[in-house]
């Protein structure tokens, strides 16, 4: 009895992402290779562990048409809900967890780069592609939990979390990143009051004040099969993962408790991480020599997005690894591959992950 309650649940959950305005159209069968039905393609993950949601291709809409406002004039997103934040140069886009959680792509562009910006509620991974010349789509299907979109040019599937193609013309291939930074809407407001933020004007009719999947978020329970679990974090624990030389590592919220940064080495790599756990953040950067020195951050009494950490040099760095005041004003580091997700999805991906 318990089991088919939690699949009414997982078929009432996905029901309510693809009705209202907008439509869908029906389901996508799981051998469907897209919009080539002549060619048949093979999967590159095991077929037997990819799931039909129930609401077929773009049952989940993709926003295709964003439309903005500045910060300041948002008054509908809670002050502790997550913004996913896109910066390039000068220019600086924030996308709301609760639109992301109806529609979990975004094709956008920014600084002259068209992008699309991913998300999945399930996993709860954002990350962003660069998408030339085409847009992508919510196939409707999952592998590991995580989302499968599809590319609307070549109609290949990519794995979100894999960031490559595990179906089609494009069977895998690898697709470029862009970093992505996640933090509470009410510390990004206040320190960027003029940066633009996607609006609920999508053009389609959601409940944008209500989370579509129930108490998931703070349950241990799934709502799909996974290939392996790791008990060593809560499942929907949030951390950052890392990966560098074929290494895998997370970062939690404790590692942050008294210290606003650490290092950490990769082989040969340095890096530092920077967190607040009542900013909501986690974020890396590689670390190479300033000056022919090492960085020595310090940290200050009352940080703020703006003013993260200082270092012996004199210089104010911002959380986004931007050196914005001091003597080397304009430097900035460059980002790791890395992004936030549930610890569940980093633990079942990467089965060598590590915990810092």
């Known amino acids: 009895m318990r089991a088919m309650i939690k699949w009414l649940v997982i078929l009432l959950s996905f029901w309510m992402l693809s009705c209202s305005s907008g439509g869908s159209e029906d389901p996508v069968p799981i051998n469907d290779p897209g919009p080539r039905p002549t060619t048949t393609f093979e999967w590159t993950i095991p ?10 291709r773009d049952g989940i809409p993709s926003i295709d ?11 509908d997103v809670p002050d502790w809900e ?8 000068d220019e600086i886009k924030a ?12 094709n956008d562009r920014i600084d002259g780069t068209n992008f699309a910006l991913t998300y999945c509620p399930l996993t709860g991974t954002a990350i962003g592609w660069e998408r030339g010349s085409s ?34 013309v494009r069977a895998e291939e690898k697709i470029e990143r862009i970093a992505v930074t996640e933090l509470r809407w009410q510390n990004f407001k206040a320190a960027y009051p003029d940066a633009q933020v996607l609006t609920r004007n999508t053009g389609f ?18 709502l799909f099969p996974i290939s392996r679990r790791d008990d060593r974090l809560f499942e929907k624990e949030r951390v950052l993962g890392v990966q560098i030389n074929d290494i895998n590592r997370v970062y939690d919220f404790s590692s942050f408790e008294e210290h606003s940064f650490v290092y950490d080495q990769f ?47 004199g210089n104010q760095w911002n959380v986004f690894g931007e050196v914005v005041a001091g003597p080397n004003a304009g430097v900035q580091l460059t980002a790791t591959p890395s992004y936030m997700g549930f610890f569940f999805a980093w633990a079942t991906f990467n089965p060598t992950l590590e915990i810092f």
């Open 135 to 168: 847009t992508f789509g919510v196939s409707g299907l999952l592998y590991n939990s995580n989302l499968i979109p599809y590319d609307r040019i070549s109609g290949s599937y990519w794995s979100q979390m894999l960031n490559e193609s595990v179906r089609g």
């Open 47 to 56: 077929p037997n562990q990819v799931f039909d949601g129930g609401v077929g």
């Open 82 to 89: 997550f913004v996913v934040v896109v910066k390039s140069g």
């Open 205 to 222: 009719d959601r409940d944008y004040d209500s989370y579509p999947y129930g108490a998931y978020r703070g349950s241990a329970d799934l």
């Open 267 to 313: 082989d040969a790599e340095e890096i530092v991480v920077f967190g607040n756990r009542e900013m909501g953040f986690m974020v890396s950067y590689l670390l190479p020599p300033l000056r022919g020195e090492v960085i020595q951050f310090t940290e200050v009494e009352d940080p703020t997005l703006q003013h993260f950490l200082t270092d012996q040099f």
């Open 95 to 106: 996308y709301p967890h609760n639109i992301l959680n109806w529609h979990e792509i975004v």
């Open 65 to 75: 048409q964003p439309r903005f406002a500045v910060a300041r004039d948002i008054a």
